[in-house]
C-alpha cells in the first residue's frame, strides 16, 4: 500500500498550488479520502474529505471558499487545490484513506507560504 503526495512548495501569500496524492495496494474508488496538514508545533488537523464516488465533500471552516479538494478513481489519485494561501497554510500535507480499520498515511509534502 502506498499513498505518495507531491506538488508542494514554497509559494507567495496570496498564491496558489495542486498538491496530489497518487494511491496504490488498495481499491481507491471505495474509499473516502482526505487531507491532513501538519503545522509546527501544532497537532495534525483534518483539511478536508471527500466521499469514495466524488460526490460529497467537506472542508475545514479555515480553508472554505480558498481549497477544493477532488479525486480521479480512473488515476487512484486524490487533489487538493489551494488558492488564496496565506501564511497559516505553512504545514505538511498527508493524504490519508481508512482501510479495513486501518488509517493509511503518506509521507507528506511541505508546503511553505512566505514572501
Known amino acids: 500500500v502506498q499513498l505518495v503526495e507531491s506538488g508542494g512548495g514554497l509559494v507567495q501569500p496570496g498564491g496558489s498550488l495542486r498538491l496530489s496524492c497518487a494511491v496504490s495496494?488498495?481499491?481507491?474508488?471505495?474509499?473516502?479520502m482526505s487531507w491532513y496538514r501538519q503545522a509546527p508545533g501544532k497537532e495534525r488537523e483534518l483539511v478536508c474529505s471527500i466521499s469514495s464516488g466524488g460526490g460529497s465533500t467537506n472542508y475545514a471552516d479555515s480553508v472554505k471558499g480558498r481549497f477544493t479538494i477532488s479525486r480521479d478513481n480512473a488515476k487512484n489519485t486524490v487533489y487538493l487545490q489551494m488558492n488564496s494561501l496565506k501564511p497559516e497554510d505553512t504545514a505538511v500535507f498527508y493524504c490519508?484513506?481508512?482501510?479495513?480499520?486501518?488509517?493509511?498515511w503518506g509521507q507528506g509534502t511541505q508546503v511553505t507560504v512566505s514572501s
Open positions: 490519508t484513506a481508512r482501510v479495513a480499520g486501518i488509517n493509511l
Open positions: 495496494g488498495f481499491t481507491f474508488s471505495r474509499y473516502a
